[in-house]
Nanobody, 121 residues
Framework: HPQLVQSGGGSVQAGGSLRLSCAAS????????MSWYRQAPGKEREFVSN???????NYADSVKGRFTISQDNAKNTAYLQMNRLKPEDTAMYYC???????????????WGQGTQVTVSS
């Protein structure tokens, strides 16, 4: 099944920017969407943003206007550009792919390994 490799993240001061990448490797018949979630310590994992194969996007209210999701279909890679970061954005960020691995198989979802984003005030 597809492997997701995340990169980017790190530590930044409030107001700064970071860019996350999520690359899917292996054979994929069709990608429905790629999405980003985050989980802060002691909290549940929450939706951040997603992008469908046709380019349409969704964002959590907390990140609208600050985060931008994009994709490179040729590389099966999704990006999350995070601007004007706030301390409350501090979390482990996970990407997820929902896809069909083969035309005859049902859609499945796979998660990346996670990458830490820390925003200091």
């Amino acid at each position: 099944h597809p492997q997701l490799v995340q990169s980017g993240g790190g530590s930044v001061q409030a107001g700064g920017s970071l860019r996350l990448s999520c690359a899917a490797s292996g054979y994929i018949y069709f990608i429905y969407d790629m999405s980003w979630y985050r989980q802060a310590p002691g909290k549940e994992r929450e939706f951040v943003s997603n992008i469908y194969s046709n380019g349409s996007t969704n964002y959590a209210d907390s990140v609208k206007g600050r985060f931008t999701i994009s994709q490179d279909n040729a590389k099966n890679t999704a990006y999350l550009q995070m601007n004007r970061l706030k301390p409350e954005d501090t979390a482990m960020y996970y990407c997820k792919i929902t896809c069909k691995e083969y035309w005859s198989r049902p859609r499945v979802s796979h998660w990346g390994q996670g990458t830490q984003v820390t925003v200091s005030s």
